[in-house]
Every structure is written in structure tokens, then in C-alpha cells.
């Protein structure tokens, strides 16, 4: 699985599928969530209603997906990350799980590439640095024949120089 870095906009990414730092709601906020919903317009809104009616709100570390609407991507995966609260193991494990389900549900959608932004490393004070390492672990230890490609979406240059430099060891 070929890991790639870029720095830009994952609204505007080409890839089967793109990964949402979405709130338990899954009805859109601000960051990268608010972005998502409003680029990829009411198809993505009405269908994560849909998805709380069925199962009610999203728990923090799951992934449910969507279609991508306006998006060039076909897919959204909306995972919820973990709100930073110092407990360090339970908040690791908790943003460990979003990028594991993400693949896991790929993977069963038959995605060959998928693009993940900085889960929970705004509003919700993630340490950058130790999310970029859960993330990059994650995706390295997960063994897909279907997955070919995974995408780091970093939209600041100070995440884009914490995983550049954890790709590079």
C-alpha cells in the first residue's frame, strides 16, 4: 500500500474515497466537517440524517459512510475522533479505532484509494504530533490486498511537516 503526503483541500481530492473528522451528530460543523458538507452539498446532509435515524448519533472511534455527493470523491467515510481530555491512552486508542474502521469499511467497499485529513487535531486539541503518529502506524499496519493507495490531506504547513518528517523515519 502506497502511502502518499499532500497539502491542500481533500474537497478537492481525487480518490474512491475521502475521510470526514465528523461529530457525533454527523450533521456537519466547522473544520473540515463544515468544509465536506458544504462542498459535497444535501446529498451527504440527507444521508448522514438517514444514518442517525437508523442508528441514532455516531460514537466517538466509528466510521459510517456516505456517498460523496458533489465531491470527486464517491465516497465519504465520517469518523468521529476523539476529543483531547489528557488521558492520553484512552484518546489514542479512541483516534487509533477512527482510522482503523475507515480502512476496514474500504476496504469491504472495495476502495483502492482513500484520503484521511488530521482527525481531531483541531477544535477537538488532539497533540499533532501524536495523531500523526497513530495515523501513519495505523495505516502501516493494515493489511489490505484491495487498498492501494492511502492519502494524508494536511491542510497547514504544521501538520504537513509532523507527518513529513514521521514518513521520512
Known amino acids: ?81 476523539p476529543v483531547w481530555n489528557g488521558d492520553e491512552e484512552k484518546c489514542s486508542k479512541l483516534l487509533a ?18 484520503a484521511f485529513p488530521n482527525i481531531s487535531t483541531g477544535v477537538y486539541r488532539f497533540p499533532k504530533e501524536l495523531a500523526g503518529k497513530i495515523a501513519i502506524e495505523e495505516v502501516k499496519n493494515f493489511k489490505s490486498e484491495i487498498l492501494k493507495k492511502v492519502i494524508f490531506i494536511c491542510f497547514d504547513d504544521e501538520n504537513e511537516e509532523i507527518y513529513r518528517n514521521l514518513l521520512e523515519k
Do not use: F, W
Open 1 to 81: 500500500m502506497k502511502i502518499e503526503l499532500i497539502k491542500g483541500d481533500i474537497t478537492k481530492i481525487e480518490a474512491d474515497a475521502i475521510v470526514n473528522a465528523a461529530n457525533s451528530s454527523l450533521l456537519g460543523g466547522g473544520g473540515v466537517d463544515g468544509a465536506i458538507h458544504r462542498a459535497g452539498g444535501k446529498q451527504i446532509l440527507e444521508e448522514c440524517r438517514a444514518i442517525r435515524n437508523r442508528q441514532g448519533k455516531c460514537k466517538t472511534g466509528e466510521a459510517v459512510v456516505t456517498t460523496g455527493g458533489n465531491l470527486p470523491a464517491q465516497y465519504v467515510i465520517h469518523t468521529v475522533g
Open 97 to 114: 479505532k477512527c482510522y482503523k474502521n475507515s480502512l476496514e469499511l474500504a476496504e469491504n467497499l472495495g476502495i483502492k484509494t482513500i
